[in-house]
């Protein structure tokens, strides 16, 4: 029994690249992850928000933290989000941006797209049904089709929310229909 794709294997998520949180203290949030921890300072890009990348010291070790500080910790309120809430997006890393992009306008779901300055990524953001924000994270190299062209509205930026539950209504599952048994 083989899995099926669709065509090819254009279109494919492959493992955890990163989980992103939001922190009011970064130095607070950098000493408990390397000196309690012992996990490592990774090489971040210069983002317009402070931050930190957080990596496991082990060979192999390829999930990394993504702290986020300043205006991109921040709720809407100002306030700082704490508990799971703190969580801003799950990153898994993919194959097919160009074809998931497709999916998503067909679908007529919300979605933002980013390059990563230096880095040779493309991503995807988008929400599940839950409102669970998911990064698709693509590497350049290996995908078909012309760099992307992100027009300013569907640009990502972090701390900024577009959840829309509306949209995600199509996937509820039908109500079943009672059927009455004659009597």
């Known amino acids: 029994m083989g899995r099926h794709?669709?065509?090819?294997?254009?279109?494919?998520?492959?493992?955890?690249?990163?989980?992103?949180?939001?922190?009011?203290d970064l130095d607070a949030t950098r000493r408990f992850y390397t000196?309690?921890?012992?996990?490592?300072?990774?090489?971040?890009?210069?983002?317009?928000?402070?931050?930190l990348w957080i990596k496991c010291p082990t060979p192999g070790g390829d999930a990394i933290f993504h702290v986020y500080a300043?205006?991109?910790?921040?709720?809407?309120?100002?306030?700082?989000?704490?508990?799971?809430?703190?969580i801003d997006h799950v990153a898994v890393t993919a194959h097919g941006f160009h074809e998931i992009r497709d999916k998503l306008k067909a679908a007529g779901l919300?979605?933002?797209?980013?390059?990563?300055?230096?880095?040779p990524l493309w991503q995807i953001f988008v929400y599940d049904p839950s409102g669970i924000q998911l990064?698709?994270?693509?590497?350049?190299?290996?995908?078909?089709?012309?760099?992307?062209?992100?027009p300013a509205r569907r640009q990502y930026r972090a701390?900024?929310?577009?959840?829309?539950?509306?949209?995600?209504?199509?996937?509820?599952?039908?109500a079943k229909k009672r059927v009455r048994k004659a009597a």
């Open 5 to 24: 794709f669709g065509r090819g294997f254009a279109m494919l998520l492959n493992e955890l690249f990163h989980i992103a949180f939001k922190t009011p």
């Open 159 to 174: 701390g900024e929310t577009w959840f829309s539950p509306e949209a995600y209504a199509q996937f509820a599952k039908p």
């Open 110 to 119: 919300p979605w933002r797209e980013n390059l990563i300055p230096g880095l």
């Open 35 to 51: 000196e309690i921890l012992g996990m490592e300072l990774a090489p971040r890009p210069k983002l317009d928000f402070p931050g």
């Open 135 to 150: 990064e698709l994270t693509f590497n350049a190299a290996a995908e078909a089709g012309p760099k992307p062209k992100i």
């Open 70 to 86: 300043g205006h991109a910790a921040r709720n809407a309120d100002g306030s700082y989000p704490v508990g799971t809430g703190a």
